[in-house]
């Protein structure tokens, strides 16, 4: 299924479409503002019955975020059915979230049990701290998280995308923070391919009231030597310092 969706405002919440055959699941999402246009995306289905697409939005502010889907385009494989199909479970309900703030949300100070509050903020020390990362790309090459089901790694990768423009791949967390002078981010990174087509990666945040800010760190060309088919894995440390205002961890590239 290909579709177009406009994304808008500082609090337009999400885009989720799902399959309704004999369960209801999750196919595809897409979180946060992409600004005042309009963005391709591309959804895989694959069903072995008959299904029900059905497509899902979250608005935080009316006033300040809206959502909308056009030009919905089905492949030719598709085909009207007769038949009924019954659920055989309907879905779980979303948690509750632990506390009702959402300033006190990935605020770097646990106010919930187990740290609920914390887990989904981009910090992979926690189990579902990838999950805190929204790809926000809107061309034609876009961030993916890859997990090794044995091996429990987790790194996100640069591919190519359904979007038309021809811009960077981009990824950010949730609103963090405020922070004090000691607040760093590190993460490792590796660069490959042929130098030609090699960019650069580079780190920004996002204040929620002054918007983008300079490029807080950069990296760019090939990593490693020239017959080296992958090149390494290299850290970076990166000092975000004090941030009064909340704020979001941009990464391009």
Not at 114 to 136: I, V
């Amino acid at each position: 299924m290909v579709m177009y969706t406009h994304q808008f405002g500082p609090r337009s919440g999400g885009l989720t479409v799902l399959v309704a055959d004999r369960l209801i699941y999750p196919v595809w999402e897409r979180g946060g503002a992409l600004g005042d246009l309009w963005v391709k995306a591309e959804v895989e289905i694959v069903s072995n019955s008959p299904f029900q697409i059905l497509i899902m939005a979250a608005i935080r502010d009316f006033d300040y975020g809206g959502i909308a889907v056009d030009s919905i385009v089905l492949s030719p494989e598709c085909r009207l059915s007769s038949e009924n199909s019954t659920l055989e479970k309907l879905p779980n309900p979303p948690k509750h979230p632990c506390i009702d703030d959402p300033e006190k949300m990935c605020d770097f100070h646990p106010d919930c049990a187990d740290a609920e509050d914390e887990t989904q903020c981009g910090d992979f020390s926690y189990a579902e701290g990838s999950s805190g990362w929204t790809d926000t790309s809107i061309g034609s090459q876009g961030w993916i998280l890859y997990k090794n089901s044995t091996t429990k790694a987790e790194y996100f990768y640069v591919a190519e995308a359904a979007g038309q423009q021809l811009t960077e791949a981009q990824t950010r967390t949730p609103l963090l923070g405020p922070t004090g002078p000691a607040c760093n981010l590190s993460f490792d990174f590796a660069l490959t391919g042929s130098l030609d087509h090699i960019g650069e990666l580079s780190v920004r945040v996002i204040d929620s009231l002054l918007g983008l800010r300079p490029k807080l760190w950069e990296y760019s060309g090939k990593m490693g030597a020239e017959e080296e088919e992958e090149a390494a894995w290299h850290h970076a440390d990166i000092l975000l310092g004090v941030r009064k205002n909340r704020f979001q961890s941009h990464c391009r590239c």
